[in-house]
């Protein structure tokens, strides 16, 4: 027991002597105005990376992209098709994995590219409202994967700026896209306005000309009529001359054949012997 006491004190003493010396160093370090920080360092933010990657398929196709998962069999793949991120999977057996390479890039600067690569593509008309919101999604992730690792506040306000700049470009396009679209309607009315004059002067000249072709068809049928009475008429009249030709030449024929009779009698009389 009195070991135990005796190491006990010991131990106290050592402990005592410490914080005393401890204490001295702090006293000295105040006057010579050196400041101590005895808290905890905070560790420092994680850097956020992703994995893109880039490689021929076998039919010549090229495909690039952010590389979500990998096994043996398969990669898949967030890749860009014109206005739109999609998630696609590719078996390995259709890759050249001769041309398959991966490479790290910071997820801040991933999203950076792809708000660039969706502003780029505005103003053209096509798919716009779809690539303003596309670039705006991708710098305000941009944003996000600063802020998380900690990045100063320049860059943070960088983004910032470029998120407000799509944002009133957008507004711009807006504006634009309604006036063009009141302008179209306007043209579209005044060329339906001119289309539907011209229809109405073509129906008025096909009426006009409906009309010359409907009296000469009413003269046509009004000649025809004529012509045939005329024709009619002048086969009534042939048909009684024929008959009356028919009955003369009957009555000819009759008186001809009275004489034939008369006559072959007289030769018949005149031909016989006398009586004796």
Same mark, same amino acid.
């Given at each position: ?23 001295? #160093?702090?006293? !000295? ?6 400041? *101590?920080?005895? !808290? ?6 994680? #850097?956020?990376? *992703? ?9 010549? &196709? ?13 990669? #898949? ?11 696609? %999977? ?32 505005? $103003? ?41 700049? /799509?944002?009133?470009?957008?507004? *711009? $396009?807006?504006?634009? /896209? ?7 309607? +306007? ?23 409906? &009309? ?7 003269? %046509? ?5 004529? &012509?045939?009475?005329? *024709? ?14 028919? &009955? ?10 009275? +004489? ?10 005149? %031909? ?5």
């Amino acid at each position: 027991m009195i070991r135990y006491a005796v190491i006990i004190t010991i131990i106290a003493s050592l402990s005592l002597s410490i914080k005393c010396f401890a204490a001295a #160093v702090n006293d !000295s370090n105040k006057e010579a105005g050196i400041s *101590v920080n005895t !808290s905890t360092a905070k560790p420092r933010p994680k #850097v956020e990376a *992703v994995t893109t990657a880039d490689f021929y398929l076998k039919d010549g &196709n090229t495909v690039s992209g952010r590389l979500l998962s990998e096994d043996k069999n398969q990669v #898949v793949i967030e890749q860009l098709e014109g206005s739109t991120i999609v998630t696609k %999977t590719y078996g390995k057996r259709d890759i050249d994995m001769r041309t398959y390479s991966t490479r790290p890039l910071l997820e801040s600067k991933y999203y950076i590219q792809l708000a660039e690569y969706f502003s780029a593509k505005t $103003w053209d008309f096509v798919d716009d409202p779809d690539d303003f919101i596309g670039a705006i999604r991708c710098y305000e992730n941009a944003k996000q994967s600063l802020i998380d690792s900690g990045a100063d506040q320049e860059k943070i306000r960088e983004i910032d700026g470029n998120i407000a700049k /799509v944002k009133k470009e957008r507004d *711009v $396009w807006t504006d634009q /896209v309604e006036s063009r679209a009141k302008l179209k309607k +306007l043209e579209y009315d005044a060329e339906a306005e001119n289309r539907l004059k011209r229809l109405e002067k073509q129906i008025a000249e096909s009426n006009a000309k409906l &009309n010359e072709s409907l009296k000469s068809l009413d003269k %046509t049928i009004t000649d025809m009529q004529y &012509n045939y009475k005329q *024709v009619q008429s002048a086969i009534t009249g042939m048909n009684k001359d024929f008959v009356q030709q028919v &009955n003369s030449l009957q009555t000819q024929i009759n008186e001809n054949r009275l +004489l034939i009779n008369e006559l072959s009698f007289r030769l018949f009389l005149s %031909t016989r012997p006398a009586p004796q």
